[in-house]
């Protein structure tokens, strides 16, 4: 007489570690040490994983940066969203957004730098798939900034024949300059005196 209950095989062990928290805490190490100069038993450190773990979990180095990258951006962009948000005033949204950049390159923050920036810096030139992501977010940033910016056109507060869409690029440069000079600590009173001044020359 034939078994009709199939056997089941045992299944792998389910993994015993959070996985965003592991990459969120690799995402600090790449952050501060850079890419090639972070090395495997930095990550091991970090994340409190074993050697096999990791590479059972996220593939090798560049999987995990990629993820780290992906996670950097992801709450960039939340962030973003939430000081562009529909029901606030387009203009107190360009501000918000405008601030939340001088609070992030002023002082400890600032010296900190962006991983986004640095990657860009040492990676974008030569490894696609980070080039792609970092294209990526600008463009999504600059379209966030753009839709601001109309929004606040169609509300009359813009200056006669300024370009949403031209702003919205100088915006986005603007802030990722700040980025890098944030690294010599400017002061909060002076970059928000230089944020200001610019998106005044746009509003009415």
């Given at each position: 007489m034939t078994d009709r209950n199939p056997v089941r095989l045992p299944r792998g062990r389910p993994r015993s570690f959070d996985?965003?928290?592991a990459v969120e805490r690799a995402m600090g190490v790449f952050w501060s040490r850079?890419?090639?100069a972070t090395a495997l038993p930095?990550?091991?450190r970090a994340t409190k994983l074993s050697r096999g773990s990791l590479y059972a979990a996220f593939g090798d180095k560049h999987s995990?940066?990629?993820r780290a990258l992906d996670r950097y951006i992801a709450d960039a962009l939340t962030r973003i969203d939430v000081e562009f948000d529909p029901g606030r005033e387009p203009v107190d949204g360009l501000r918000a957004y405008l601030a939340g950049y001088v609070d992030r390159t002023s002082g400890a923050n600032g010296r900190r730098g962006c991983l986004l920036v640095a990657t860009a810096m040492e990676l974008a030139g030569q490894d696609a798939e980070v080039g792609r992501r970092v294209?990526?977010?600008?463009?999504?940033m600059e379209a966030r900034v753009a839709d601001a910016l109309s929004r606040a056109k169609a509300a009359g507060k813009l200056a006669d024949g300024v370009e949403p869409s031209s702003v919205a690029r100088i915006l986005v440069c603007f802030v990722e300059g700040l980025r890098?000079?944030?690294k010599t600590a400017?002061?909060?009173n002076t970059s928000r005196a230089t944020a200001d001044a610019l998106l005044g020359r746009f509003l009415k």
């Open positions: 996985v965003e928290a850079g890419y090639h930095d990550l091991l995990l940066f990629l294209a990526s977010f600008f463009e999504a890098v000079v944030g400017p002061t909060r």
